[in-house]
């Protein structure tokens, strides 16, 4: 029984990082209704920044992020305006296409840089672990999970207590009536799309600090990030946040109670089973609401 | 003549909606345009309002020539539009919804003032505050849409089938609020399925079929030509050139 409790406290804990990243995921599509299938690569490049930041630097892992998150968002920006921009019909298709280029790009160079070696972050607290209430409890899952409250709190600030929250929000439910009351449409795009970005620095530390990662580590990322964005609902940012806790717990202890080959399984039979009956995911809105 | 089009041309993708469009609005007028779906009248209004940059011709609102400018540009103007079927966001709250109305304006105290004053037009506003819009009616709705739209003061507001969905007590409503609008020195461009009811508040009516208008005149004269009923009958307007019948 304790094992299955620490393995879901460790599911829920990992679980915060999984929101972190998919939260940006998750934004764009409401905000731009597009995919970003480089999201994976993206966590992935900023682990190797803050790789870099390590090794050449010493920089602790959390202060490295405040180097690499406004690098990410800048990079962001410009993956917005170069590539997003311009796709101005069939976004939600063809936006898969032009960000799974930019994920290829990336991954082509970052492997050209650092080769297909798996690396892993280092710092006191990506080993070291502490005993609370009977569990083991590892330092770097509970640091990752309290950036992610922090990050995730700040983005809810961000969202529903200011002018620009209110027209990211307006922009989300219906892209005519914000484009005819003036919310500048490609300038609070452009934000958003960076702002998305910026969390994958935030979480490809928290990936990279718990795990073995390379250039390909990208591929099964972005799958799971899917995942999560669809279960939660596309759009939905609580959705996110509920749907990532839910597929690390069932994952984890499903891992404990009968075996790891199983775990993912499992989580897929209950992501069918939601899809079943509510097709829009657990927080989505039915298609056709926005204009 | 407050709002001008001139052989306005503008459509979507490869083809034309509007194939040179002429019309005049005047000032402190309600303008109505009827006609049949595909007639081309909401996207009159898209072009006016920015959202829709027209191929050619001109427009001039106040003499000053407004084609092809954005939204932000036009609204800055003066001219605004509520668009058509629910344009609330209803997820955020009523006060919030009409609060948005000025987002161009960063005078907070104006905003404060501009929000009590249309909290007194629209009762709704204030007593359904902190509801989530997409909770009112359609016709509550509706109020919500003119009040936010009200918010930039505008001069001119183009107005998309306020009467969609609506049931003929609630339109009553929402029409004496589109007269009252007028009335409290604001110039109205209609677009209206419902044209009896649309042309019935109307100084000026205009009737557009495949792209072009095909008649105008004053609402009495439009709503009295025999050709309007054979148009929703669904026959057409048998005369091809623009007919001016005042």
Redesign the interface.
């Known amino acids: 029984m304790d094992l299955i409790l620490q393995a879901a406290i460790i599911g829920i804990l990992t679980g915060g990082v999984y929101a972190l990243m998919a939260s940006g995921l998750t934004l764009t599509f409401g905000v731009m209704e597009i995919i970003n299938i480089g999201q994976g690569a993206l966590v992935i490049l900023g682990a190797y920044l803050i790789y870099v930041l390590e090794q050449k630097l010493h920089l602790d892992l959390f202060v490295g992020l405040l180097i690499t998150m406004p690098l990410m968002f800048g990079f962001g920006l410009l993956i917005e305006w170069a590539f997003v921009r311009p796709l101005k019909r069939d976004r939600i298709m063809l936006s898969i296409l032009v960000t799974f280029g930019v994920a290829l790009v990336i991954e082509g160079l970052l492997g050209l840089i650092f080769t297909t070696d798996l690396v892993r972050l280092q710092a006191w607290y990506t080993t070291a672990s502490f005993q609370v209430a009977g569990f083991y409890l590892s330092y770097i899952y509970v640091f990752g999970f309290l950036l992610s409250v922090v990050l995730l709190a700040a983005l809810y600030f961000l969202i529903y207590r200011t002018k620009f929250g209110a027209s990211l929000r307006a922009l989300m439910e219906n892209r005519t009536a914000a484009q005819l009351i003036g919310i500048p449409v490609e300038r609070v795009s452009a934000i958003t799309f960076g702002i998305g970005v910026a969390l994958t620095a935030a979480g490809g530390m928290a990936f990279g600090a718990t795990n073995s990662f390379n250039p390909g580590s990208s591929y099964d990322l972005i799958s799971r990030l899917l995942v999560i964005i669809v279960l939660g609902g596309m759009g939905s940012l609580g959705g996110a946040l509920i749907a990532s806790v839910l597929m690390l717990v069932i994952e984890d202890v499903t891992a404990v109670i009968w075996s790891p080959i199983w775990s993912t399984t499992v989580f897929f039979i209950v992501l069918v089973i939601v899809l079943l009956v509510r097709p829009q995911g657990l927080f989505g809105q039915v298609a056709g609401r926005k204009q | 003549m407050l709002l001008n089009l001139t052989n306005v041309v503008a459509g979507y993708g490869g083809s034309d909606v509007l194939q040179g469009v002429n019309l005049a609005v005047e000032d402190g007028s309600i303008t109505c345009i009827v006609g049949p779906n595909g007639a081309g009248k909401s996207t009159v209004l898209r072009v006016v ?1 920015g ?1 829709l940059r027209p191929r050619t011709g001109e427009i001039t609102y106040n003499g000053r020539s407004i084609a092809g400018m954005n ?2 540009q036009i ?2 103007l003066g001219i ?4 058509q ?1 629910h ?6 709250t009523v006060r ?1 919804n009409v ?3 000025a ?2 304006l960063s005078d907070r105290a104006l905003v404060n003032r501009r929000l009590e004053e249309v909290e007194e037009m629209f009762p709704v506003v204030k007593e359904r505050a902190n509801d989530k819009a997409g909770s009112l009616s359609g016709g509550q709705q509706r109020l919500v849409e003119f009040a ?1 739209c009200l918010m ?1 003061d505008p001069q001119l507001i183009l107005l998309d089938e306020p009467s969609m969905g609506l049931d003929p007590k609630t339109l009553r409503q929402v029409f004496e609020r589109v007269k009252a609008m007028q009335q409290g020195g604001r110039t109205i461009l209609l677009v209206e399925q419902n044209a009896r009811a649309g042309l019935g508040i109307s100084n000026h009516g205009v009737v557009m079929e495949s792209g072009r208008v095909r008649l105008e005149g004053s609402h009495e004269d439009v709503l009295s030509n025999p050709e309007i009923s054979q148009l929703y009958l669904g026959g057409t307007i048998s005369a091809a050139p623009k007919t001016s019948i005042s």
Do not use: D, H, T, W
Not at chain 2, 80 to 83: D, G, H, L, T
Not at chain 2, 87 to 92: C, G, N, R
């Open positions: 309002s959202l939204p932000r609204l800055s605004v539009q509520v668009a079927n344009s609330v966001f209803p997820k955020m919030e609060r948005l109305g987002f161009m936010r930039l």
